[in-house]
């Protein structure tokens, strides 16, 4: 009789053992779950800073600003399915939103880089031709003016001329 309820004790301990770690492990994957998705939010925020300094000076961001949306929406996804104590897909959409994000910022400050080149490009080509455009109408006005010059010239020329003639 003595064996029985230590077998009896030893089951309960291990029904409490198996219980507590299922727990802890199930806290673990809620919090695991929790992390990327506070993760996932910071990463659209990097995201969406991004897009607007990208978009800001100048570049195209129509895509982004529609995987930014997707990205949103996988997030909220995410929180749905963690709510619904379903941590394993609401780590799997966290982490994709996140990927997404990361995506996001690398090619929208690569379209950052690009536009703020372009548009030092094109400033410099500006300059280059207000300057070309003040030679062009510089040398015009001075060649008119030498040419009127002439003409005045070769008309006092022309009158004397005539005056030695009537004489």
């Given at each position: 009789?003595?064996k029985?309820?230590?077998?009896?004790?030893?089951?309960?301990?291990?029904?409490?053992?198996?219980?507590?770690?299922?727990?802890?492990?199930?806290?673990?994957?809620?919090?695991?779950?929790?992390?990327?998705?506070?993760?996932?939010?910071?990463?659209?925020?990097?995201?969406?800073?991004?897009?607007?300094?990208?978009?800001?000076?100048?570049?195209?961001?129509?895509?982004?600003?529609?995987?930014?949306?997707?990205?949103?929406?996988?997030?909220?996804?995410?929180?749905?399915?963690?709510?619904?104590?379903?941590y394993?897909?609401?780590?799997?959409?966290?982490?994709?939103?996140?990927?997404?994000?990361?995506?996001?910022?690398?090619?929208?400050?690569?379209?950052?880089?690009?536009?703020?080149?372009?548009?030092?490009?094109?400033?410099?080509i500006?300059?280059?031709?207000g300057?070309?455009?003040?030679?062009?109408?510089?040398?015009?006005?001075?060649?008119?003016?030498?040419?009127?010059?002439?003409?005045?010239?070769?008309?006092?020329?022309?009158?004397?001329?005539?005056?030695?003639?009537?004489?």
């Amino acid at each position: 009789m003595s064996k029985r309820p230590l077998k009896l004790v030893a089951i309960a301990l291990l029904v409490t053992l198996s219980i507590t770690l299922h727990r802890c492990a199930y806290a673990e994957n809620e919090t695991t779950a929790s992390q990327a998705i506070g993760k996932a939010e910071e990463s659209i925020m990097d995201a969406y800073k991004a897009v607007a300094e990208a978009e800001e000076a100048g570049a195209k961001v129509e895509a982004y600003t529609l995987l930014l949306n997707k990205a949103i929406n996988l997030t909220d996804q995410a929180k749905l399915a963690n709510k619904e104590t379903q941590y394993a897909e609401a780590e799997r959409l966290a982490n994709q939103a996140i990927e997404i994000c990361n995506q996001i910022t690398d090619e929208a400050k690569e379209a950052r880089e690009k536009a703020v080149q372009e548009s030092a490009s094109k400033k410099t080509i500006f300059i280059a031709l207000g300057l070309a455009t003040a030679l062009i109408t510089t040398f015009c006005a001075h060649m008119t003016l030498k040419w009127w010059r002439n003409r005045k010239e070769k008309r006092k020329l022309r009158m004397r001329i005539k005056l030695k003639e009537k004489t």
